[in-house]
């Protein structure tokens, strides 16, 4: 349970600070968690709630405000490519 929690972390730790040279060590962790789920060790809501938050961090559903992430962080970021992996 500590691995699940601490690869969780990594992740969401990875997207607050995305510096492009952290996307291949948050890459690596989603690899890892999807190997975990491919053991049965995670369940797939954890799945789904982490694929969930690639797509709607640091996005505002406020027309008037502006988002977290300037289109170049979320170039930066590439949730698409986690979210292929």
Partial sequence: MQVVDGILEEIRIGMEINHPKY????????????????????????IFKTLYSFIT?????????????????????????MLCI
């Fill in 23 to 46: 996307n291949q060590r948050r890459i690596a962790m989603v690899k890892f968690l999807g190997e975990l789920y491919n053991y049965r060790l995670v369940d797939s809501a954890v």
């Fill in 57 to 81: 961090f640091g996005v505002s559903y406020e027309p008037e405000e502006q988002t977290t992430l300037g289109e170049y962080n979320w170039y930066v970021l590439n949730p698409g490519k």
